[in-house]
């Protein structure tokens, strides 16, 4: 069976596979040890937010910190977890995306962007938290995002940061510790947009030809024709009208 290209969309993304990047895509391949929060994890959370759906619900923006120099990611990753099913009994359709952070202290914190998590207020959060972590009023931050562009704000500026050259040099070993730095609680409850794969068999003449229209309307994008392509747009649907255009469909 002839295995064939791909063009797949979804949400704010616009993915091309070619023969060679869908095998290896078949092939399950096993991730060596974590240690450090690094580009292609960066790319990864980046794609599955982009990938949610583009709905006018509310997400809300949590922060998450200790008042004490706590530096224990696998103690900080427990109290999340305690945290995380105090929601879970309280609202079972509540989901989150979470990246853990080191401060310049040293000090764990969490940064978290809900789904479906109905008005909490800011005391009653920091007394859960309180409570779990064993310490009296910690700091925490808590914003709202009615709008996708605030969302995709709040998800640069602080879950997908990457550290600074200062942040992960020699005399700062902590930010490179062991176990995932980012994750999605509830996947279930995370709202996907509605994925599309268009297979292309023999002609891959339309399959070029978007490919060179992507290249010509972003001309910085970084180009490859040997794999497969990703492009990041929130003009997405406007690619997928295009692409029917080019095929007729």
Known sequence: MAIPHTVEFQGDIVRQRTLG????????????KV?????KSRRRLLEYL???EKDTSTKVFLTLTYPS?????MRGKAHLRAFLER???????????????????????????????PYWKADNIRQVWGEIIGERNPWIHIATCRSR???????SKYIAKTPSTAEVSLSNLPYLHEGRHWGVFNRAGVPMAVLKVFEVLGDLKAFWD????????????????????????????????YWKFLTNA
Request: charged fraction near 30%.
């Open 87 to 117: 929601v879970r009994r309280r609202w079972p359709q509540a989901a989150c995306i979470w990246r853990i952070e080191y401060q310049e202290r040293g000090a764990v914190h969490f940064h978290l962007l809900f789904f479906g998590l």
């Open 35 to 39: 240690t450090a929060f690094s580009k």
């Open 50 to 52: 982009a990938r949610t």
């Open 69 to 73: 120099n706590m530096t224990d990611s």
């Open 210 to 241: 978007l490919r060179r229209a992507i290249d010509r309307y972003y001309p910085k994008r970084k180009k490859s024709y040997a794999g497969g392509a990703m492009l990041f747009s929130q003009n997405a649907a406007e690619w997928e009208r």
């Open 21 to 32: 990047a869908v095998m290896r895509g078949q092939q399950k391949t096993r991730r060596g």
């Open 149 to 155: 562009k605030k969302t995709i704000f709040y998800v």
